[in-house]
């Protein structure tokens, strides 16, 4: 026998036991581990408890086997996440930064639509774009921050932020792309030009950025050749891959096409009525249908607001430092009408 022996007989396993399912998994050569599940776990998500094992360390989501899915940027650097709308995206979204609001890390957001997602993630946000242009310009200043850090390098003689002395170590970065299709499309020649830059920017924090400890989050409703020069070599640099309910194959294809093309079939059959599922895989080939447990905006906002102190300052990019939101009593409120006083 061989794991691959085992796999192929998991569904004749799962109907003789009479379990939801069973998962295979390989522990060292000659043992396997089977996982059965008695139920869906996916139907009512409950996180169980994590214990974290490492500095860039968030779960983020329930696999279908009763694991953690676990977003590990020393191992997986960047990620491409795509969906529909209503299709538990921003969810997903949400669980991602309220892990990482509490987290030592710098949180740079990139919201093309006028911040409409980003915006109450304010107080623990050290840098946002909320329009192409600004975006232009932060990722200059980005790209700025990551030449400034391989000299930091270079004067110590390491390969990576993680082997410099704590008292000099810069603090990580994570980049948050929300609508990545709007840094491609254009409208006029000179948007070319724009588009063209931010893309290239982007591509070399793909491919550079790492040793760095800067990392990309690259969300989008869709992903595909189309939308111009770079998209495909954008993506090269993409490692993990998290694909909701799309609207079309080529979006599916993009995602997780190229890393397990047995996948694309799983994401073109997610229901539109059970939000939060995706299909999560990376480089690697393996995959597995996941589900992120339910966010709302109001909560993950709070969670960042509460955590705001551990807002790092990055002078690269200080010019788009958002205001935090004014907290604290309700304003007080003023008549309308002028009180007379009353006569006897």
Sequence with gaps: LEPADVMAASERLRHAWGVHSVHVAEVKPGFVELRMTGYDVLRKVRMPRQRLSGPMTVPVALREDGTAFVRDYLKVPHALTLGANQSGKSMYQRNLIAGLARLPVALVGIDCKRGVEQRGYAPRLSALAIAPEEADSLLDGLVGEMEERFDLLSAHGVADIWALPEPVRPVPVVVLVDEVAELFLVATKKDEERRDRM??????????????????????????????????????????????????????????????????????????????????????????????????????????????????????????????????????????????????
């Excluded at 093309?261 to 939060?276: F, N, S």
């Design 199 to 344: 893309v290239t920017q982007l591509i070399r924090l793909g491919q550079l950025a790492r040793a760095a400890g800067i990392f990309l989050e690259v969300c989008g409703q869709r992903f595909g050749s189309d939308l111009g020069k770079g998209a495909t070599a954008l993506r090269a640099q993409l490692t993990g891959r998290t694909v909701h309910r799309v609207n079309d194959k080529q979006t599916a294809e993009m995602g997780v096409g190229d890393i397990a093309p047995d996948a694309v079939v799983t994401v073109l059959t997610i229901p539109p009525d059970r939000p939060g599922i995706a299909v999560a895989g990376d480089t690697s080939g393996g995959w597995s249908r996941i589900r992120t447990p339910a966010l709302t905006a109001s909560e993950a906002a709070a969670i960042c607001a509460a955590h705001a102190h551990l807002t790092p300052d990055l002078p690269a990019v200080a010019a788009y430092r958002p205001a935090a939101p004014a907290s604290g009593a309700a304003p007080e409120l003023v008549p309308l009408v002028k009180p007379s006083p009353a006569t006897a």
